[in-house]
């Protein structure tokens, strides 16, 4: 599967951004992660979401602030990204992995990864 991922830009603190994912084939046999890589730092995790929807997980500096989801009939996952702080700029990759009713922080178990799109909020 190819994923895309798109809808980064640049916002101010305290805004909102929804990020896209979208899959080149059915996605409902996948996972879905999001990770973000700020400058100078490593890959983090961010989100995850199993096949269904309805299970998901969040690295703690980021729950009660961005929401993970997924429409399988649009093979796209998303992820609403409100009160954004600069601390949140990065670049933003979504990915998934074979084993759908996992949820995995794991980057080596995510079999696929789209180009990333960058978030930049400015203080």
């Known amino acids: 599967v190819q994923l895309q991922a798109f809808g980064g830009g640049l916002v101010q603190a305290g805004g909102s951004l929804r990020l896209s994912c979208a899959a080149s084939?059915?996605?409902?046999?996948?996972?879905v992660g999001w990770f973000r890589q700020a400058p100078g730092k490593e890959r983090e995790f961010v989100a995850a979401i199993t096949w269904s929807g309805s299970n998901t997980w969040y690295q703690d500096s980021v729950k009660g602030r961005f929401t993970i989801s997924r429409d399988n009939a649009k093979n796209t996952a998303y992820l609403q990204m409100n009160s954004l702080k600069p601390e949140d700029t990065a670049v933003y990759y979504c990915?998934?992995?074979?084993?759908?009713?996992?949820?995995?922080?794991?980057?080596?178990?995510?079999?696929?990864w789209g180009q990333g799109t960058l978030v930049t909020v400015s203080s």
């Open positions: 084939t059915r996605f409902s046999n996948y996972a």
């Open positions: 990915a998934a992995h074979t084993k759908p009713t996992f949820l995995v922080a794991e980057e080596r178990a995510y079999n696929y």
